[in-house]
């Protein structure tokens, strides 16, 4: 089983900074694409942003020049670094990672369950 959890959330004003972690555990043998979702109060799941194994990286328009997705592959963890956060930007902020188990032979979508991130004065 593999295992995501996040961490990192919490209250900031509009224009703050927040950085968030998702630290993968279990039994890993590899991890490919690794992303940030996020959902916010009646709206329904988005994605923030991906990254590859190799470190390439893509992000939603709305996100562009704002966040920075980052991960350390030797670490197993993966982060999202959030400037000038704005109240749109108010979600649970959840962790996906393609990963292959050691003895399996098919990646399978792991999930974490998530960070509040809240963008308020």
């Known amino acids: 089983q593999v295992r995501l959890v996040e961490s990192g959330g919490g209250l900031v004003q509009p224009g703050g900074s927040l950085r968030l972690s998702c630290a993968a555990s279990?039994?890993?043998?590899?991890?490919?694409?690794m992303a940030w979702y996020r959902q916010a109060p009646g709206k329904e799941r988005e994605l923030v942003a991906t990254i590859t194994s190799g470190g390439n990286t893509n992000y939603a328009d709305s996100m562009k020049g704002r966040f920075t997705i980052s991960r350390d592959n030797a670490k197993n963890t993966m982060y999202l670094q959030m400037n000038s956060l704005k109240p749109e930007d108010t979600a649970v902020y959840y962790c996906?990672?393609?990963?292959?188990?050691?003895?399996?032979?098919?990646?399978?979508?792991?999930w974490g369950e998530g960070t509040r991130v809240t963008v308020s004065s």
């Open positions: 279990g039994n890993i043998f590899n991890i490919n694409t």
């Open positions: 996906n990672a393609d990963a292959l188990e050691r003895g399996s032979w098919q990646y399978m979508a792991y």
